[in-house]
C-alpha cells in the first residue's frame, strides 16, 4: 500500500490560511470519508485534529477544516498562529481494510 | 482518561524478535468496538500504519509486514502486544500504541507517548 501523497512543505504568515493536499487513489481517500488528520510537533506525540474528513474533536480549535475533492482531502488552517508550525499527517481507510498515512507536510509560520 | 503506554527494549540486534507491549487504562480490551493499532515512524520521517486489533481477537496487518507481524491482547492484564520478527535497521523507529475512536475507521484519537527501538 503506497503512502498518500503530501506536500513537503508550506508556509504562512500569522493570520493568513495555509491548506495542505493529500493526494491518495479510488480505493482510499477517493472512495471513503473516513481522513484523519494528525498534528505533530517536534518530538511530541501526534494529536488527532480532523475525523472522518471535517470532524473536530472536542477542544481542537475551528480554524482546522478538512474537506475533499475527488482523490484528494486537505487541511485548511486558517488564522495562523505560531504554534501551528508542526509536521501534518494525514491518513486513509483503505478498501482493503488496511490504513495509509501520508509523507507528512511541515508547516512553517513565517 | 484513556491512556496508553509503550514499553521493551530500546535496542535489538538484526534478526531478533522485537516485542512491544502497551499496557491501557480507562477502557476495556473487550468491548465492543474497541481496537488499538501500532503506528512507527522512523527518525525524521513520516507515520507507518503497522496494524490493528479489535475487541473481538480480529487483527488486519500492513502487507509490507505479514508474515513478520503479530499482534496479540491480554485482556487480564490489559496489555496488547507487538511481535515483530526477523528485525532489520530499517526497523529502527519509535512504535506508538493508539486507541481507536469508537465508530470511525482507523481514527486514532489517544496515543502512547512512543518507543523507540534501534536495530542494530
Known amino acids: 500500500q503506497s503512502a498518500l501523497t503530501q506536500p513537503a512543505s508550506v508556509s504562512g504568515s500569522p493570520g493568513q490560511s495555509v491548506t495542505i493536499s493529500c493526494t491518495g487513489t479510488?480505493?482510499?481517500?477517493?472512495?471513503?470519508?473516513?481522513v484523519s488528520w494528525y498534528q505533530q510537533h517536534p518530538g511530541k506525540v501526534p494529536k488527532l485534529i480532523i475525523f472522518?474528513?471535517?470532524s473536530r474533536p472536542l477542544g481542537v480549535s475551528d480554524r482546522f477544516s478538512g474537506s475533499k475533492s475527488g482523490n484528494t482531502a486537505s487541511l485548511t488552517i486558517s488564522d495562523l498562529q505560531i504554534d501551528d508550525e508542526a509536521d501534518y499527517f494525514c491518513c486513509s481507510f483503505v478498501s482493503s481494510g488496511l490504513g495509509v498515512f501520508g509523507g507528512g507536510t511541515r508547516v512553517t509560520v513565517l | 482518561q484513556i491512556t496508553l503506554k509503550e514499553s521493551g527494549p530500546t535496542l535489538v540486534k538484526p534478526t531478533q524478535t522485537l516485542t512491544l507491549t502497551c499496557t491501557v487504562s480507562e477502557f476495556s480490551l473487550t468491548e465492543n468496538g474497541v481496537g488499538v493499532g501500532w503506528i512507527r515512524q522512523p527518525p525524521g520521517k513520516a507515520l507507518e500504519w503497522l496494524g490493528i486489533?479489535?475487541?473481538?481477537?480480529?487483527?488486519t496487518y500492513s502487507p509490507s509486514l505479514r508474515g513478520r507481524l503479530t499482534i496479540t491482547k491480554d485482556t487480564s492484564n490489559n496489555r496488547v502486544v507487538l511481535a515483530l520478527a526477523n528485525m532489520d535497521p530499517v526497523d529502527t523507529a519509535t512504535y506508538f500504541c493508539?486507541?481507536?475512536?469508537?465508530?470511525?475507521?482507523?481514527?486514532?484519537?489517544?496515543w502512547g507517548q512512543g518507543a523507540p527501538v534501534t536495530v542494530s
Open positions: 479510488s480505493e482510499d481517500v477517493g472512495k471513503f470519508h473516513f
Open positions: 493508539a486507541h481507536k475512536r469508537s465508530g470511525t475507521y482507523y481514527t486514532f484519537d489517544y
Open positions: 486489533i479489535y475487541w473481538n481477537d480480529d487483527t
Open positions: 472522518d474528513l471535517n
